[in-house]
């Protein structure tokens, strides 16, 4: 079955750096497009950025873009976000998403942007 397990989250100063990475098994990671959606308290979940399956095409929010990057390692069936001068409002937990089927979500890792 589809698995994806998030790491990398946690507790950083505005203006920081985190990177995120989404292991995922149990489908042809290479041939799906990934993405990474994030969700605040009493807000609904957003999408922060995609990539398509070869890599060569992202999208990001208006509000990530210039600070967040999006990567995958097809090699190592894993995908990542590199997220660079954080701020308070980047606080959320944040999902690695597939449209495998009717689509599957990682279990989230918090990211707190707080001094």
């Known amino acids: 079955q589809v698995q994806l397990v998030e790491s990398g989250g946690g507790l950083v100063q505005p203006g920081g750096s985190l990177r995120l990475s989404c292991a995922a098994s149990g489908f042809t990671f290479r041939i799906y497009a990934m993405a990474w959606y994030r969700q605040a308290p009493g807000k609904e979940r957003e999408l922060v950025a995609h990539i398509n399956s070869s890599g060569g095409s992202t999208i990001y929010a208006d509000s990530v873009k210039g600070r967040f990057t999006i990567s995958r390692d097809n090699a190592k069936n894993t995908v990542f976000l590199q997220m660079n001068s954080l701020k308070p409002e980047d606080t959320a937990v944040y999902y690695c998403?597939?449209?495998?089927?009717?689509?599957?979500w990682g279990q989230g890792t918090q990211v707190t942007v707080s001094s």
């Open positions: 998403y597939v449209g495998v089927g009717p689509g599957s």
